[in-house]
T-cell receptor
Framework: EAGVTQFPSHSVIEKGQTVTLRCDPISGHDNLYWYRRVMGKEIKFLLHFVKESKQDESGMPNNRFLAERTGGTYSTLKVQPAELEDSGVYFC????????????FGPGTRLTVL | EDKVVQSPLSLVVHEGDTVTLNCSYEVTNFRSLLWYKQEKKAPTFLFMLTSSGIEKKSGRLSSILDKKELFSILNITATQTGDSAVYLCAEPVYNQGGKLIFGQGTELSVKP
């Protein structure tokens, strides 16, 4: 069974540009989460989808971040316009409602904003 | 506010040593505690603990939870260089969709 995949693995952009990150969860997982790790800090929650609906977006830093999960399968996270402080590693995780709290993580996208 | 604190933040040992990593938590309505291992890429799931005093074991790794004192430990015996990684402890937040609160992680380096 394929795990959680993310694309791209690394993105380098200039301040003011737009970047879109993609996450493909494990097939059949209704729950999809986005997290971010900024250098030197712990991994922090951004938002949670249940199927195509946003369940909790309390961790989204500001309105420059837009997440979607059309059709309840893959998800995208767009940052527009990117700022220097958006640099970090963006992780996606998915979980099955039947497995309790265990979330399975993707390899992350390392975003560098210059 | 829910919080997870790990110690030490980094640790260097030699192959064959035994290590103990600590995780303390302050959460309302405890549900479970999760341990992950992160090498270069994705954090990989190790254990989920829900009950006090019951050890979870997988090969040389084991973990136990103390709900009274609000902490968990992760033990690795006979360490190998392949155990070098960041070990993460996390709590799902009750009634908030299970989003995880992470500790800072413990960076373990095992020298030959």
């Amino acid at each position: 069974e394929a795990g959680v995949t993310q694309f791209p693995s690394h993105s380098v952009i200039e301040k003011g540009q737009t970047v879109t990150l993609r996450c493909d969860p494990i097939s059949g997982h209704d729950n999809l989460y986005w997290y971010r790790r900024v250098m030197g800090k712990e991994i922090k929650f951004l938002l949670h989808f249940v199927k195509e609906s946003k369940q909790d977006e309390s961790g989204m830093p500001n309105n420059r971040f837009l997440a979607e999960r059309t059709g309840g399968t893959y998800s995208t996270l767009k940052v527009q316009p990117a700022e220097l402080e958006d640099s970090g590693v963006y992780f996606c995780a998915s979980s099955d409602a039947w497995e309790g709290d265990t979330q399975y993580f993707g390899p992350g996208t390392r975003l560098t904003v210059l | 506010e829910d919080k997870v604190v790990q110690s030490p933040l980094s640790l260097v040992v030699h192959e064959g040593d035994t290590v103990t990593l600590n995780c303390s938590y302050e959460v309302t309505n405890f549900r479970s505690l999760l341990w992950y291992k992160q090498e270069k890429k994705a954090p990989t799931f190790l254990f989920m603990l829900t009950s006090s005093g019951i050890e979870k074991k997988s090969g040389r790794l084991s973990s136990i939870l103390d709900k009274k004192e609000l902490f968990s430990i992760l033990n690795i015996t006979a360490t190998q260089t392949g155990d070098s990684a960041v070990y993460l402890c996390a709590e799902p937040v009750y009634n908030q969709g299970g989003k995880l609160i992470f500790g800072q992680g413990t960076e373990l380096s095992v020298k030959p």
